[in-house]
DNA sequence: CGTTAATTTGAGACCATTCAATTTCGGTGG
DNA sequence: CCACCGAAATTGAATGGTCTCAAATTAACG
């Protein structure tokens, strides 16, 4: 059956972004792929490479990030399955930052010819890729906020926030207990702390009932109360209204 | 002659992301516009607005920013003349953030469903708007990284070292002299710090050197310690190999 | 020139960092 | 199955970069 094949939890996610018609649905069941394992910690892509794949994330969870000269890091993304992990290399030439796996992870590699001839070949196809790497974009700009003006508790609780309803949104987990293998130490560099402030926010989530936050899950507690301390508002994920009325 | 078209800065820019045939550069050419002036601290574009056209910076600087509930605001990006402010509007239904003018703009405010008709139009032409999006947020990456992992004097560094080399390259100033109508609460609010900070490290920078800086202008004094000083690295601006070989 | 915005200066407080040490946890081999 | 190991999480105390609050000075503009 069709639900089976590895790429339809793409035509479900993209069917999001603009109506695909069967056929569409066909052209994507039909790109060509590479399946690949990639182990915990593996690199995905490495910031500086040419490349010539598009990697979606089948199992597993992966983040992009950039290295600083003197060693400092920041996770610029986390990625759940079912997302790509570098649309963008579709058109950009060289990786301007590196993908790591945050758990072993299984990928389809899809060459960016395959993927531009699928874009060129029908407009609502290309609408949702370009869709896609917008809502990105949007996302990378809430980060900025995140980091930027934030203190140390909102950041994490906006951060725990959008992962849990990431998660949600792909139907992985319930009753608020998602998988999210991530240590404390990564969560510091997506959110720009250091790990011993983290784990004391972290303490106070905790201490306040908000969640529950193990190596490999997070329970949210009290979703009202994690918004709140987040000033989480999901607008900027665009999953209600991705494209609007065009008129 | 062609060049006096206010629309031939998109073409030349559009230029760089994909080969265009002259009718293609026609086509973009014939798009309809209106064109608008903005005051200073006008908005272009209102968080939370249904969005029906794309905003074209002609003359003039702009900059997008979010407000957070308790009133901060973070600054996510500067535009300067030849850019879109908002091109992810063409397809993403709300706005998720403002557009404000730092100085008084015209613009030339283009139809969504004309930029997608042209897009759909022409492979060439849609690959450069896709293109231009995912510069737009490669940069938004690094600021992430800037405000997540560099300290005062390497953030204010390396955001001055972008808008040089970005308004160096649409051929605006020379010897290190370029307009850029910001205020130090600006830099504060695109930077993640306070203003009085930023006055200091701007003084920290101007004592050593590196940067002349008034209310209109910004001149690098020296660009190789400024570089260092921001841990500056052009790559994530995608302007020397934007369009990679497609295999 | 007067008036308001923007920049600059000073001093004290605080959030987050640094550095180290300890405890807990997950996985592995005996 | 348990002892062991390294990684991750936790704790403590001191330091420091940045913030806050105010006031003074300078620049911009009509």
Redesign the interface.
């Known amino acids: 059956m069709i639900e089976s094949h590895p790429l339809s939890p793409l035509v479900r996610r993209w069917s999001k972004y603009a109506p695909l018609s069967p056929s569409d649905a066909n052209a994507i069941l039909s790109l060509p792929y590479s399946r690949k394992n990639c182990t915990k910690d593996g690199y995905l892509v490495r910031d500086?490479q040419?490349?010539?794949d598009c990697t979606l994330l089948l199992t597993g969870f992966a983040f992009?990030q950039?290295l600083?000269?003197?060693g400092?890091?920041?996770i610029?993304s986390f990625h759940i399955p079912t997302e790509f992990v570098d649309l963008?290399n579709g058109?950009?030439?060289?990786a301007?930052?590196s993908v790591q796996c945050l758990s072993p992870c299984e990928v389809a590699a899809i060459?960016?010819?395959a993927l531009?001839d699928v874009a060129?070949s029908s407009?609502d196809i290309?609408?949702a890729m370009?869709?896609e790497?917008?809502?990105?974009?949007?996302i990378?700009?809430?980060?900025?906020?995140n980091?930027?003006?934030?203190d140390s508790r909102a950041r994490i609780a906006h951060l725990l926030c959008e992962m849990a309803l990431r998660l949600e949104k792909i139907g992985a987990g319930s009753d608020g207990l998602f998988e999210f293998p991530v240590t404390q130490e990564q969560l510091a560099d997506a959110?720009?702390l250091t790990p011993v402030h983290t784990n004391r926010t972290l303490q106070n989530l905790r201490k306040d009932g908000l969640i529950q936050l193990t190596a490999k899950s997070l329970k949210v507690l009290d979703w009202d109360r994690l918004r709140d301390a987040g000033?989480f508002d999901e607008?900027?994920l665009?999953q209600s209204?991705?494209?609007?009325?065009?008129?």
Do not use: C
Request: hydrophobic content about 40%; glycine content about 6%.
């Open positions: 500086g040419q490349v010539s992009r950039k600083l000269r003197n400092a890091r920041q610029i963008q058109l950009l030439a060289v301007d930052h060459p960016r010819r531009l060129n407009p290309r609408m370009w869709t790497t917008l809502i990105d974009a949007s990378f700009r809430e980060w900025v906020v980091v930027g003006r934030r959110t720009g000033d607008l900027y665009h209204v991705a494209t609007g009325p065009v008129n």
